[in-house]
């Protein structure tokens, strides 16, 4: 498979640690995805705040282009979620802004980004 070419939208520097789970796809397969400890932490609050996130990683894996890896479109989309959420004033972690709103805010103003839609509680399904 084809990497994403264009990861100077994920913030992480090279020594970020990158660290593995299995985290189950858009066909109900468990995958190995390897993203930084930083994003991890952000899945993990978004799950502590009541947010819904193995469904909404499968629905956004339904729309993933087969040339990219489910680690680096994972990798993205969080980002991608942790900038919007930010944006839009929703709760967020306490280290927010995430690394390279910046540019994330950029590439939305210019059309190359659209902002993520936010994971439904458990009680919203």
Same mark, same amino acid.
């Given at each position: ?31 190995? !995805?390897?993203? &930084? +400890?930083?994003?991890?932490?952000? =899945?993990? /609050?978004?799950?502590?705040? #009541? *947010? ?10 339904? !729309?993933?282009? &087969? +040339?990219?890896?489910?680690?680096? =479109?994972? /990798?993205?989309?969080?980002? #991608? *979620? ?44």
């Amino acid at each position: 498979m084809d990497k994403i070419k264009n990861t100077k939208i994920l913030p992480a520097t090279h020594s970020a640690e990158m660290i593995g789970r299995m985290v189950e796809n858009a066909f109900g397969v468990k995958e190995a !995805v390897h993203v &930084p +400890r930083s994003t991890w932490q952000f =899945y993990d /609050w978004c799950q502590e705040n #009541g *947010l819904d996130m193995a469904h909404w990683v499968r629905e956004i894996d339904k !729309v993933r282009s &087969p +040339r990219v890896e489910f680690s680096d =479109y994972l /990798w993205s989309c969080l980002w #991608g *979620l942790h900038c919007s959420r930010y944006k839009q004033g929703l709760p967020c972690p306490p280290w927010s802004p995430p690394q390279g709103y910046e540019s994330f805010l950029k590439k939305v103003e210019s059309g190359e980004m659209k902002e993520m839609n936010k994971p439904l509680t458990k009680d919203e399904d």
